[in-house]
């Protein structure tokens, strides 16, 4: 007979009280039974891992996750049985650098067979950037408490911390899937809870998102996208200098197929839409019941086949949430009603450095698009939001609209009026990278790949995210070391007025 399921829920950020799981655990635990499953909960709390101090980072959380796991349950490494662990927030993030920093990386077989992440920071959030006094006000994400600036940094879009953790997903997720070492799922919802709407903070209401997550960096199918420029001429002329030079598309590279589910009406926090919060302890109730179902169908999962099974039917149901949700109506008493439009969005991480692993930290990024390779030809309302990360200035993450970017049907009320006209979207997308200093002894040269279709599909994918590695060339002018002939005794010569000859060394 085999052991009960030893399921582990694992809090997010700056949570201070156990209330925040609400109905949850014992829901999951009272439900199991009519899924075939065996459980024994068994919640650790790690509201001591000092989310609020900032000289703790998320990888300490994770080695300290480790060793309060070994503590609290010693079988695990005794007769080896493992656990599924349940997630919220940042708890997602943690548990995924606990896998990859201990287990993953040192090929170790990891005690946890399922990872249910509900409404992960996987690739950070947009509000991490706002400072820790601005953040602590904003109920919805932090329950009133004074976040701690190391794991900010981490959350902060961009960040080399969450890059090299998602590139590891990218990469190496196929092979984890393939041994069924770990099986992870993603949940979240897309839905704003307006009470708590921060007039001053617009990402508290980000359209794609729950209010503090959006829905592209909860999602782990992400892709990831090297460009490199081409070897400039050996001088510098006239022309050369007014002339962009090509970027090459040097790898295109995709995540396995992950489960995600976007869950209806659902938001980051809060007793009325949380997604994890919002849930009712009593088994069948409405309150709670598209989660608890989701996650029971995701603990269920036994092989890899179980697994893309349900992979493709968490996709269809996320189709089906979104094609229902399209469309907000908010009625208004005495006032006209107030339509929102809920279209799918992407994320797009740039990361600009040169041939000797430089970080470019002043650059102006320009997106073109058409047949013509021109900025004017993108899509009106395709932008929603760019940050640059403050820690690294090389590092800039843009949002976009997908469905105004790939063209969508015209929408219709419920009164059969057009709402929104159809869109045509882009036929094509392209960058140009003006990269500076652009003069002098040490230099980069403009350079851009021209818009084209191909490169449209690789970056922009609905609810998801793209990391793309730019590398420049450094340009190094000849004059930098030159040797000079001694002519008899004669040692004098000054070359401080040397100025750049235009000439590049190999």
Not at 164 to 173: E, R
Request: aromatic share 8%; with cysteine; charged share 25%.
């Amino acid at each position: 007979m085999s052991s009960p399921l030893i399921v582990v829920f694992v809090h997010g950020w700056s949570v201070t009280d156990t209330e925040t799981y609400g109905g949850l655990p014992v829901r999951v635990r009272n439900e199991a039974k009519a899924h075939g499953l065996d459980i024994d909960v068994q919640q650790i709390f790690l509201s001591q891992y000092l989310s609020f101090h900032d000289e703790v980072a998320l990888a300490d959380v994770s080695r300290a996750f480790d060793t309060a796991l070994h503590d609290a349950i010693p079988s695990l490494t005794s007769n080896g049985h493992r656990i599924a662990c349940i997630t919220h927030s940042t708890g997602g993030p943690v548990v995924r650098d606990w896998w990859q920093r201990l287990y993953a990386s040192q090929d170790r077989r990891c005690p946890m067979s399922h990872l249910i992440m509900l409404a992960p920071a996987n690739f950070g959030s947009s509000l991490a950037q706002l400072g820790k006094g601005r953040l602590s006000r904003i109920k919805a994400a932090f329950s009133g408490v004074e976040p701690g600036q190391g794991i900010l940094d981490w959350l902060e879009l961009g960040s080399p911390e969450a890059w090299a953790l998602n590139s590891d997903w990218i990469d190496n997720g196929q092979q984890a899937l393939r041994k069924g070492g770990m099986f992870p799922f993603v949940m979240t919802g897309q839905t704003i809870d307006r009470k708590f709407y921060d007039h001053l903070n617009a990402y508290t209401g980000e359209s794609g998102s729950d209010g503090v997550v959006r829905v592209a960096a909860a999602n782990l199918n992400a892709r990831r996208i090297e460009l490199t420029q081409a070897t400039p001429p050996k001088t510098l002329t006239k022309k050369v200098l007014k002339t962009y030079q090509p970027l090459e598309l040097t790898q295109v590279s995709s995540a396995p197929q992950t489960a995600m589910r976007i869950v209806s009406e659902a938001s980051h926090s809060g007793s009325d839409l949380g997604i994890m919060r919002s849930v009712y302890r009593p088994a069948g109730h409405h309150r709670g019941r598209e989660v608890t179902d989701a996650i029971l169908r995701c603990l269920a999962v036994q092989t890899k086949a179980d697994y893309d099974k349900l992979v493709t039917q968490l996709a269809d149901e996320t189709t089906s949430v979104q094609q229902h949700e399209r469309l907000e109506i908010e009625k208004k008493l005495l006032r006209r009603d107030v339509t929102f439009i809920h279209d799918r969005y992407s994320m797009v991480i740039f990361r600009v450095t040169d041939d000797y692993g430089h970080a470019i930290s002043d650059f102006d990024l320009i997106l073109t698009a058409g047949k013509d390779n021109d900025p004017n030809h993108l899509p009106r309302g395709f932008f929603m939001d760019r940050q640059q990360n403050k820690r690294f200035k090389n590092t800039i993450t843009y949002y976009f609209n997908y469905d105004v970017m790939a063209g969508s049907p015209a929408l219709t009320g419920p009164d059969g009026n057009v709402v929104r006209r159809a869109l045509a979207g882009a036929s094509a997308l392209g960058f140009r990278i003006q990269p500076r200093p652009d003069d002098g002894f040490v230099r980069y040269l403009p350079c851009q790949i021209k818009a084209d279709q191909p490169l449209l599909r690789h970056t922009l994918a609905p609810n998801a995210t793209t990391l793309i590695d730019i590398r420049l060339r450094r340009i190094v002018d000849d004059n930098v070391f030159r040797l000079r002939k001694m002519q008899g005794d004669n040692v004098d010569g000054s070359f401080k007025r040397v100025r750049p000859s235009r000439r590049i060394v190999d």
